[in-house]
């Protein structure tokens, strides 16, 4: 009964809109018999051929035709010129005939110069400039966009000048010609700086670290994503913030971090979700699902493709659903579960590869049903499928190549000059091929004793990398002799062992004493106790030294049986306290009641303050890169006056993590904080601090 009255309820209302809609083309079409003069007829039938484009294209065509006809019968070009347009961009560009709304373009166009009328010319080579774009015609797209660029120039609009450049760069992005499309988005910039056109700066930003991303200048692509990312939160634009947040996770993963990436995923899917962007929301998860798949956590990984694939299949995103189907009957086969369940995915998959026609769905569908043959033991079959993706694959390769070149050509712009110079000269001088043979065994031994020279250049690196941060490293090998920067902002970090001193004397004691006891009386007593302490903190500094790296910590120095490490230092990054206090929660979870391995458990002290500090790089035969500032002694008495297992904080830095998280993101991600109250500090006097417990995501 319940189904029923459903079914009863959907037909009223499909049949409520129908005759909304045939209502008002009834309209139109009473106005079309009543109108008495021509313009008013042509208007009127270019308005019924929009309102019929969903409900009967075949009737819409019809109407944009006879006010065409009408139009040139009675010899009214400028109407012609509008029905022209209105027939390209109502409903063959809706229809996605790029041909056909191109040539409409084009008679809409030829019309209006023959009567001198420029009223819609701009929207006219703006469709045009987009039709092309489209089509994958980027030289005739980048051509009509330097007219257009012209006009606008010509009229001193700026603010068009500017999202012309943008439409220009994008283009410039697609032809794999970064350096160009990197030049108009500087360009742009600097209008959309002029107007404070916020959006536009965003946009720009987000274009420009794209571009960095693909040439894996990583650090500065992060930085132009969270400038776009300040910017979209300012303005409110919630689906280009999380845009951002996924561009900065997609940084991640290309470098190959997964644990950072997954975190700014699971912080976009929070703003895709608000604002219910189910496109967005069923990447991410994807993404997300492939992070697991590549930790090899399939249990996980197959809860993410299936969410993500009912999302898809909600809202009819075909060629994304098509993907999940793959990627669950892959994990599936691999796995050994659900094997026959994987094949009708794969069929599913199939059927929507044929109707859309994508290459890479294609060569996965190929690639699993190989994996499938393999584990039903049928290898005629496996390698038959091996042949269709090795095709497939040379096909794709041949693309990927494609985009190499392009980056290539961006990295190395001038050299790409000079051997384009080189080739022309051994074309056009046919008579001097020996000298180029010559010429070119010249560069040959040059390069090897490069190579060589390279190599060793590597071992250098590699010590002095050992010893100092990169950028620092940098420094030193440009000679430049004084080293020392200003920080307005970073965060700082000590981790000291409870008592250490006390056991290390306990087991030189107990060592000695057992070398008694059994009378070995060695010139050399020391070897064992000292080795194991040794080995006892290389062990702990190794954990600490895996994890500031996973959340982008320097670490500065160790002290005995302290380490320090510092954030946003030497590189600078606004999410430092973020990172510094991450760091410290994984620290001293991983290092709680350490085991010794003699019947020994360490426990730990962590104290972290902020503010301004001022590094460099002291010594010049063995050098040290160290710290100073009040934000150091004031973290170091926070580990000195903290308690066993527990990180205490300044007020000040509970102040700082508090407040990025409302700028970046509107909402605390869960950091929890422990008032300790005022207690007495040397050198400080009274400071009112905190313990950070722990973060919940």
Known sequence: MRILILFVLMFFSCRINLLSDNKKIDSLQDLLNKAVSVKARILTMNEIGKELIEADKKSSLNFFRKAISLAQKNKLKKEEAICYYNLGYDFYLDQYEYNNALDCMYQSLKIFREIKDNSILVNIYTNIGFIYYQMGKYDNALE????????????????????????????????????????????????????????????????????????SNFKEARNYVFKAMAINNKIGNIENLSNNLVNIAKIYLEEGNLDSALIYFEKAYKYADKIKAHYILSNILSDIAMIYHKKENDSKALDYYKHALAINEEFGFENASAFNLVEIAHIWINTGINIEKAVDYLNKAMETEKKNGDIRLLNQIYST????????????????????????????????????????????????????????????????????????????????FSVLIWRERGKSEKLLLNILPKKIASKLKRKQKFIADHFDEASVVF???????????????????????????????????????????????????????KYGLEKIKTIGDCYMAAAGVPEIREDHAEMAARFALEAMHTLKNFDTGNQTLLNFRCGIDCGSVVAGVIGEHKFIYDLWGD??????????????????????????????????????????????????????????????????V
């Not at 043959?373 to 269709?388: C, D, F, I, S, V």
Request: hydrophobic share 35%; charged share 30%.
């Open 144 to 215: 009509v966009y330097w007219k257009l660029f012209d006009i606008y120039f010509s009229n001193d609009d700026t603010n068009r000048m500017t999202s012309t450049y943008i439409y220009i760069g994008n283009t410039y992005l697609k032809k794999s010609n970064y350096y160009k499309a990197y030049e108009n988005y500087s360009k742009a910039l600097k209008f959309a700086e002029k107007l404070n056109d916020e959006q536009s700066k965003a946009d720009c930003y987000v274009n420009m670290g794209i571009i960095n991303k693909i040439l």
């Open 369 to 448: 049903y190989e994996d499938y043959y393999e584990k039903k033991k049928n290898p005629a079959k496996a390698l038959h499928y091996n042949r269709l993706s090795s095709i497939l694959n040379d096909s794709i390769m041949k693309k990927s190549r494609i985009m190499e070149i392009g980056k290539l050509e961006a990295k190395f712009e001038y050299d790409k000059q000079i051997l384009k110079q080189m080739h022309l000269q051994n074309v056009a001088e046919q008579k001097q091929r020996i000298i180029n043979i010559v010429f070119i065994l010249g560069i040959a031994i040059l390069i090897f």
């Open 495 to 549: 981790i000291d062992m409870v008592d250490f001193t006390k056991l290390s004397n306990s087991i030189l004691t107990q060592n000695t004493e057992d070398m008694i006891e059994t009378g070995f009386h060695s010139a050399r007593p020391e070897i064992s106790s000292p080795r194991q302490i040794i080995e006892i903190l290389n062990n702990i500094y190794t954990k600490l030294d895996l994890i500031s790296k």
């Open 631 to 696: 934000a150091v002694n004031t973290a170091s008495r926070m580990e000195e006056y903290g308690e066993p297992g527990k990180i205490q904080v300044t007020e000040r830095f509970k102040e700082k993590i508090t407040n990025y998280e409302l700028r970046i993101t509107n909402e605390n991600f869960g950091f929890q904080f422990e008032e300790r109250g005022e207690i007495e500090i040397k050198g400080k006097g009274k400071m009112r601090t905190y313990f950070l417990n722990t973060i919940t």
